[in-house]
């Protein structure tokens, strides 16, 4: 069983930048694909970004290619999304979520999810 707490959200100006990140309990973590998803108010939840086992190899929506970047510590049983140049179109709640994913992309892959983070950016 794996548990995924993520932290990190909060209010920022667009063109800001946020970290966040997702820590997850249990020693399997590093065996487990990895994903941050996003849910707006309205519409339905969307993948941000996914990373493999080993970190190497990665997914990013279109919305955020060369804005966000994803990763994981493995030793420390953390994945990180690090988000640059907010727009107010990524106003929504962030989710982790993890798993033995065969596609990073799909979302009934993913085993285990966190509670969420709110993130708010102003225009």
């Known amino acids: 069983q794996v548990q995924l707490v993520e932290s990190g959200g909060g209010l920022v100006q667009a063109g800001g930048s946020l970290r966040l990140s997702c820590a997850a309990s249990g020693r399997t973590f590093r065996w487990y694909a990895m994903g941050w998803f996003r849910q707006a108010p309205g519409k339905e939840r969307e993948i941000v970004a996914a990373?493999?086992?080993?970190?190497?190899?990665?997914y990013y929506a279109d919305s955020v290619k060369g804005r966000f970047t994803i990763s994981r510590d493995n030793a420390k049983n953390t994945m990180y999304l690090q988000m640059n140049n907010l727009k107010p179109e990524d106003t929504a709640v962030y989710y982790c979520?993890?798993?033995?994913?065969?596609?990073?992309?799909?979302?009934?892959?993913?085993?285990?999810w966190g509670q969420g983070t709110q993130v708010t950016v102003s225009s």
């Open positions: 979520a993890g798993g033995t994913v065969v596609n990073l992309r799909a979302q009934n892959e993913y085993d285990y």
């Open positions: 990373i493999t086992w080993s970190g190497g190899s990665t």
